[in-house]
C-alpha cells in the first residue's frame, strides 16, 4: 500500500497536531503539578505554624511549668507499632504524635491530650502510665475533657484548623 500526497500530507498534519496537542495536556499536567506541590508547601507550613502556636497556646492554658518537646511522627509506623495517634513519655518528657494523613485539627486535639498528661504527671497524678492511662480511667477521661476544651477555645482563635483542605479535596 502507498500513500497518495494528499494522505501523506493529511498524515503529517494529523501528527504535528496530535504532538502539539500532547505538548499542551503535558504543559497542563505540570502546572497543576506545581499547583498541588505549592499547595502542600503551603498547607505544610500552616500545619506547623498552627501547631506551633497551639503548643504555645496550650501550655500557657494549663500553666504548665515546661513546655515538653512535641515528636511529629510522619508515616504509619508509630501509629501500627503502638496502635495510637499519640502518646507521652513521663521519663524524657516528650510527646509523640502520629501526622501521617491527618487534618491540623486532628493533630492538636491529640498534642492537647497528651500536654493534659504532662500536667497530671506535674500535679503528682500519674503513677503508673500503663494502669493510669487505660481506657475509661479518671486519668484518660480527664484528657479527653480537657483535650476537648482546649481544642473549643483554640478554635476560636485559628478558625482556620477547621478549613483546611483534603487530599482528596485538592484532587
Known sequence: YKM???????SIRKYKFEKAENE???????????LANLLK???????????????E???????????PKINLMSGNEFKNELAALGGYDPSSKEIF???????TADILRTIAHEMVHRKQ????????????????????????????ILMREYGKINKQIYNENTKKQLE
Not at 497518495?4 to 493529511?10: S, V
Open 4 to 10: 497518495t500526497p494528499q494522505q501523506k500530507l493529511e
Open 24 to 34: 499542551k495536556k503535558k504543559q497542563k499536567q505540570d502546572k497543576l503539578k506545581d
Open 41 to 55: 508547601e503551603k498547607t505544610a507550613k500552616s500545619k506547623q505554624n498552627s501547631i506551633n502556636h497551639f503548643v
Open 57 to 67: 497556646f496550650a501550655a500557657k492554658r494549663l500553666n504548665l511549668k515546661e513546655t
Open 97 to 103: 504524635v502520629a501526622t501521617e494523613g491527618r487534618l
Open 121 to 148: 504527671e506535674e500535679k503528682g497524678f500519674l503513677k503508673n502510665i500503663d494502669k493510669d492511662g487505660s481506657a475509661g480511667s479518671k486519668i484518660e477521661n480527664q484528657a479527653n475533657s480537657i483535650a476537648g
